[in-house]
């Protein structure tokens, strides 16, 4: 008997980041090989390809076209499309609502009524979009669908135990390709109030090596140590040994919650403010701001109130914790093949 395949399509790049292709990673790590096929399309450059097979993603990268995705789904045996991306939404949806192929569509923002059988929103804000989506037959908002992938997963829930010692080891990371150059801007601005280790992990679509070498120095002149580590085998390692973290409002905010990492976070493009608003405001996270409209004053501000307050890390820790169980990419998966 022919498999059904569940084709996945998602680009990545220096300006959008991989997030869209890290969390399709989570969804296609649970679909049961014996149940479907995955057929993975993602568009992107040599990074993306060197990433999807680091990952042992069976990926083929290259420049899709709709007329390569529809053909696609017209195959007999392709039980359903994955989507991720709002420019991609767009563009694949209503064609293949046409042909009535199930789709999936995998969003952050909300406010769009596009065709689609399944719309999931890992957002904890999700719940409140949720009339925004009015072409969706079904709807999976919310955290109990975060897509973590495995290699977060195999550390169990909670496993960061932050402390509250004289130097604290701080992780920072703002995605795969940090498009806004907030990594090096970041590190620059951290306050002497209190020595720190601070372990600055890049992805692999990262550019502005010069400057972040410049902020170190800075940093390094702060009383701070500097260790950058550049598309590490294993950054969940980091996550679970930091004592907090600085970073982005997009998935690195799931994946930090569900090691039980405090995080002091910072939208970087427009689809994360909504998130980082959301979650400064129930206390999961410090922060919560676009960090384009904040001067230096503003995000140093920002950093001495997070890292000089123990106590408000280990209470936004705990209320993010309690938000992520690590199931999501499982009941996606059960949905999708249901």
Known sequence: MTRPVIVFRADASHSIGLGHVARMCALIEEIDPATAEPMVMF??????????????????VKPWTTADVLATAALGNV????????????????????????TVWIDDVGGCALPVDTVVNHN????????????????LLGRDYL?????????????????????????ISFGGSDPAGATARVVGLIPSNRPLDLVVLTGPGYRDQSALHAAAKIAAAAGHTVEVRHSPDDPSQLFVTADAAICSAGGTLGELAYVGC???????????????????RSGLISGGRHLAELD????????VGFLLDDRRRHETRERALATADGLGARRVAAALLG
Do not use: N
């Not at 992938?149 to 909670?158: D, F, K, N």
């Not at 405090?262 to 400064?280: E, T, Y």
């Open 43 to 60: 568009g992107g450059d040599d990074a993306v390809a060197a990433w999807a097979r680091s990952q042992r993603l069976a990926a083929e």
């Open 79 to 102: 039980a359903a499309v994955v989507v991720d991306g709002p420019a991609l939404a767009a563009e694949l949806l209503p064609p293949l609502a046409a042909a009535r192929v199930k």
């Open 296 to 303: 230096d004053d503003a995000v140093r501000a920002d950093l």
């Open 262 to 280: 405090p995080a002091l976070g910072f939208a970087i493009v427009a689809d994360q403010v909504g998130a980082a608003r959301s979650q400064a």
């Open 124 to 139: 904890f804000h999700a719940a409140s979009l949720a009339a925004s989506y009015a072409g969706a037959r079904r709807m």
């Open 147 to 171: 897509l973590l992938r495995r290699a977060i997963r195999r550390y169990s829930r909670g496993s960061c135990r932050p402390r509250d010692a004289t130097r604290l080891r701080v992780m």
